[in-house]
Structures are given as structure tokens and as C-alpha cells.
């Protein structure tokens, strides 16, 4: 038989918080939002620029994950599974590029 425990009011949204806190460092900076936004863009901007002025098909999958892992490096909040999104369309890229040079090695 379970035996029910009587909660009080308030006392069950503490139990789901995780590990989640406001640190104060001693030794890293602070860094705000704002800064992680600037990193994140000027990291993004020669992939970018590359992808607009050269529009290729082929290097489509490869800027749109650079861009994601750019995004999961500099982002403010990110949780870990947000790698996933910069992993498929690398690994499509490489497939791209693995089945190039086997259509090389055949000429």
C-alpha cells in the first residue's frame, strides 16, 4: 500500500527546480546576453557572408551547421541537446562530400 504524503502549499514546485542558480563568480566575468548575441553574429558573419555572396547548393547543409554549432559555442542559455542541430547537417555535408570523392576515384 502507498502512503500518500500530505504536501505543503508551495512545497511541490520546490521539488522540480533542479540545480538550476544565480552565481556570482569570483574569477569569470560577467557576460550578458547582449555579448553572447555580438560573439554570435560576428562568428556567424564569414559563413554568412560566404553563403550570400557564393550561394552553392552543395555548401548549404555545411553553413547551416556551422551556423547552429556557432550558436551552441556562443549561445546565452543552451541546453545540451541543441547539438543535435548543428550534428545533422554536418554529418549530411560529410556524406556529400564522402560520396564526391568515391564519384572521383571511379574517373
Same mark, same amino acid.
Given at each position: 500500500m502507498m502512503m500518500m504524503m500530505k504536501m505543503k502549499e508551495g512545497e511541490a514546485s520546490n521539488t522540480t527546480k533542479g540545480l538550476v542558480e544565480a552565481f #556570482?563568480?569570483?574569477?569569470?566575468?560577467? #557576460?550578458?546576453?547582449?555579448h553572447t548575441v555580438i560573439l554570435t553574429l560576428l562568428a556567424m558573419s564569414p559563413v554568412l557572408a560566404r553563403t550570400w555572396t557564393r550561394p552553392d547548393p552543395r555548401n548549404f547543409a555545411f553553413s547551416t551547421g556551422v551556423c547552429a554549432l556557432v550558436a551552441f559555442l556562443f549561445g546565452w542559455h543552451v541546453h545540451e541537446k541543441a547539438i543535435l542541430l548543428a550534428t545533422l547537417p554536418l554529418a549530411l555535408s560529410l556524406i556529400d562530400v564522402v560520396v564526391d570523392d568515391d564519384d572521383d576515384d571511379d574517373d
Amino acid at each position: 500500500m502507498m502512503m500518500m504524503m500530505k504536501m505543503k502549499e508551495g512545497e511541490a514546485s520546490n521539488t522540480t527546480k533542479g540545480l538550476v542558480e544565480a552565481f #556570482v563568480h569570483s574569477v569569470l566575468p560577467k #557576460v550578458d546576453p547582449k555579448h553572447t548575441v555580438i560573439l554570435t553574429l560576428l562568428a556567424m558573419s564569414p559563413v554568412l557572408a560566404r553563403t550570400w555572396t557564393r550561394p552553392d547548393p552543395r555548401n548549404f547543409a555545411f553553413s547551416t551547421g556551422v551556423c547552429a554549432l556557432v550558436a551552441f559555442l556562443f549561445g546565452w542559455h543552451v541546453h545540451e541537446k541543441a547539438i543535435l542541430l548543428a550534428t545533422l547537417p554536418l554529418a549530411l555535408s560529410l556524406i556529400d562530400v564522402v560520396v564526391d570523392d568515391d564519384d572521383d576515384d571511379d574517373d
